[in-house]
């Protein structure tokens, strides 16, 4: 049910004109949510004033700081998911207090449970996201999971994902049962 458009910039047109290209499809809508597309944040300079850009910021990777504040001017405010990237934002650069905000994507910590080994059935665990080392630290998930085993929690893991690193946390997982 969504339109999933895809410009991929074909080696016959220069930069300027693949950027030109997304602004024109950038243009057809009101509000830009833009999730680190570094042409995404060079088109915001040609399209329309009325169309609200908005960078959001998952990580304070350099590149993704670098990333969301170009076209500074171009966007009306930087949201952060997370206060981590949004404390490194205005660390690393001159944005102002008005200029980024924090809505946080976590879910809210709840009462906490009985401990696991008194619980009458297995902790659930569910891990949903893509399965890569590099960007989310997935090879750690089992060696967590194995320290609960270790303290006797009674837990049941399902993933919901794929990516490079599936088989190799499939086999870390593995090793323990």
């Known amino acids: 049910g969504y339109e999933v458009l895809t410009l991929p910039r074909r080696s016959w047109l220069t930069r300027a004109r693949h950027c030109h290209e997304v602004a024109g499809c950038l243009s ?15 088109a915001l300079s040609a399209i329309p004033p009325h169309v609200i850009a908005i960078p959001v910021l998952h990580t304070a990777l350099p590149s993704m700081l670098g990333n969301a504040t170009a076209a500074y001017g171009q966007w009306q405010r930087i949201v952060t998911v997370a206060p981590g990237p949004l404390a490194a934002l205005r660390k690393a650069t001159q944005i102002q207090l008005q200029q980024a905000v924090c809505i946080p994507n976590g879910v809210p910590m709840q009462a906490p449970r009985i401990e696991a080994s008194h619980a009458a059935t297995p902790l659930s665990v569910l891990y949903v996201g893509r399965l890569e080392q590099a960007q989310k630290n997935v090879l750690a998930i089992p ?29 870390r997982l593995q090793a323990f049962g």
């Open 28 to 42: 057809r809508f009101d509000v830009l949510l833009i999730n680190d597309a570094p042409i995404a944040m060079a």
């Open 143 to 171: 060696a967590i999971l194995r320290l609960a085993i270790d303290q006797g929690v009674d837990l049941l893991l399902e993933v919901v994902g794929e990516g490079p690193d599936a088989s190799e946390m499939e086999r």
